[in-house]
């Protein structure tokens, strides 16, 4: 298993009593471990780890910031008290926006069913719990029929969990993907769909219609949904709303708690850590 980020040394203050002046890495692992193994880590943010796989299911428990996690069909902003499956051999990269505090799961492929998909959830109390007990045993323990039932009864929270919908979908066609990175990359970027059909190499009416095709929604309405998940997370990182509103461009705080509101029915005011998550599709 690999994982890139594990090779930094800044250091920030984490509030959990973790150590991030030397972060982990996978390699530290036993040669065999046991079939769920796991640590709890902290990264500073501004850290990109590009993408990768690992040879097992990983499932990460955000305790603290945010971070945004690129596969290849899908971009996912995840903040405090959320989690993430991510099936194995998944190519996928991480980036931390914040100083990052996480807790980390590899399950092996033999205790998973086929049909768990990457998914991003709410993170229960149970998985907590559940994840706590198997950080707790270290690397090196035998899988007892206890911890085998606790193996099992975590990969079922993980399964029933319900997804919830702070995800921007990828087109398959490399030209569109090529202007859905470069827009995600800078959120606030106001050219007109013109400038990005010719930037795809299309005519519009190609572009539009392509578009529509693959993402089941028009461009703009894509490009909506792309800010305003991008607002979630600066606005929960702590960014004023007229920061926020301003940096995406919109010309004024109102018309941007409009559209917010249209999106997740909530208003951009209530989503601060520790609030209720975004869950509209």
């Known amino acids: 298993m690999r994982h890139g980020l594990f090779f930094s040394r800044w250091t920030f203050l984490p509030p959990y009593g973790l150590d991030c002046s030397i972060m982990k890495r996978t390699a530290d692992l036993p040669r065999h471990p046991p079939p769920v193994v796991g640590f709890s880590d902290c990264y500073v943010g501004g850290f990109v780890d ?12 955000f305790q603290a910031g945010t971070v945004t996690v690129n596969t290849q069909t899908g971009s996912f902003v995840l903040g405090p008290g959320q989690g993430m499956w991510i099936p194995a051999n998944t190519l996928h990269e991480a980036t931390c926006r914040t100083d990052l505090v996480f807790q980390v799961i590899y399950v092996d492929p033999s205790l998973i069913g086929a049909d768990l998909a990457c998914k991003m959830f709410d993170v229960s109390s149970l998985m907590r719990g559940l994840v706590d007990e198997i950080i707790a045993m270290r690397f090196d323990f035998t899988m007892d029929e206890r911890m085998s039932a606790i193996a099992r009864l975590l990969v079922d ?14 087109p398959m066609d490399h030209r569109l993907r090529r202007v859905c990175e470069a827009i995600i990359a800078q959120p606030g970027d106001c050219h007109d769909i013109d400038h990005w059909a010719r930037e795809a190499g299309m005519a519009r009416r190609t572009f539009t219609r392509l578009f529509q095709v693959e993402m089941g929604m028009g ?37 941007f708690s409009t559209m917010f509101h249209r999106t997740f029915g909530v208003a951009p005011s209530t989503l601060r850590f520790g609030s209720a998550p975004l869950s509209r599709p």
């Open 50 to 61: 590009g993408f990768h796989t690992h040879d097992r299911g990983q499932l990460s428990v």
């Open 157 to 170: 929270e993980i399964g029933r969990a319900p997804r919830i919908a702070e995800r921007v979908l990828f």
């Open 219 to 255: 461009f703009a309405a894509w490009r909506r949904r792309v800010r305003v998940i991008e607002a979630a997370s600066r606005i929960a990182a702590g960014q004023s709303i007229a920061e926020v509103a301003f940096d995406l461009g919109y010309e004024n705080a109102g018309s």
